[in-house]
T-cell receptor
Framework: EAGVTQFPSHSVIEKGQTVTLRCDPI?????LYWYRRVMGKEIKFLLH????????ESGMPNNRFLAERTGGTYSTLKVQPAELEDSGVYFC?????????????FGNGTRLTVT | GENVEQHPSTLSVQEGDSAVIKCTYS??????FPWYKQELGKRPQLIID?????GEKKDQRIAVTLNKTAKHFSLHITETQPEDSAVYFC????????????FGTGTLLAVQP
């Protein structure tokens, strides 16, 4: 099966600009997660979709971040306007059923650099 | 909420030696503890996991132990090889409605040939 796909793999933007990250989960996976790793820190939870619904968005840093999953397939994460502290690697992950029943599959991540 | 601490942040061992990475968690409701390995430029991949009803699990050169009372769990890699070099993350989940994983800060393991 195809894995979780993310693009772009890298993005360099200036402070104040907008960037949209995309994630295509494994086909049939209802659960989709966004995580972020800032250099040297933990992989931090951002939010969780079940199909097209946001199950938990408690990790979203602020209202400059907007995640969508129209139709319950791919998801986008938009940062507008971007700030320096938004730099990091954004990971998407998907799973078909609950964690612990099957592995969480990660994408390769999008490395975002805000200058 | 859950908080996971991981130590050490970096670990250098000689090929053939053992490596141990330790994590502690705060939420007693957590009952699932996976370990992920991330090689440079690649995605994190699950290498082993353990549930709270088990104290130890082993898969070839990799083992994980869990002490629920002390709320800590450890990854043990024996007979390390250069290809074991990577960043290792521990995580915890209560497998509740969100099923989200709370990760540690990662350990950069370098195996010197």
């Amino acid at each position: 099966e195809a894995g979780v796909t993310q693009f772009p793999s890298h993005s360099v933007i200036e402070k104040g600009q907008t960037v949209t990250l995309r994630c295509d989960p494994i086909s049939g996976h209802d659960n989709l997660y966004w995580y972020r790793r800032v250099m040297g820190k933990e992989i931090k939870f951002l939010l969780h979709f079940v199909k097209e619904s946001k199950q938990d968005e408690s990790g979203m840093p602020n209202n400059r971040f907007l995640a969508e999953r129209t139709g319950g397939t791919y998801s986008t994460l938009k940062v507008q306007p971007a700030e320096l502290e938004d730099s990091g690697v954004y990971f998407c992950a998907s799973i078909t059923t609950g964690i612990g029943n099957s592995p969480l599959h990660f994408g390769n991540g999008t490395r975002l650099t805000v200058t | 909420g859950e908080n996971v601490e991981q130590h050490p942040s970096t670990l250098s061992v000689q090929e053939g030696d053992s490596a141990v990475i330790k994590c502690t968690y705060s939420d007693s409701a957590s009952n699932y503890f996976p370990w992920y390995k991330q090689e440079l430029g690649k995605r994190p991949q699950l290498i082993i996991d353990i549930r709270s009803n088990v104290g130890e699990k082993k898969d070839q050169r990799i083992a994980v132990t869990l002490n629920k009372t002390a709320k800590h769990f450890s990854l043990h890699i024996t007979e390390t090889q250069p290809e074991d070099s990577a960043v290792y993350f521990c995580a915890a989940s209560d497998q509740g409605a969100t099923n989200k994983l709370i990760f540690g800060t990662g350990t950069l393991l370098a195996v010197q040939p």
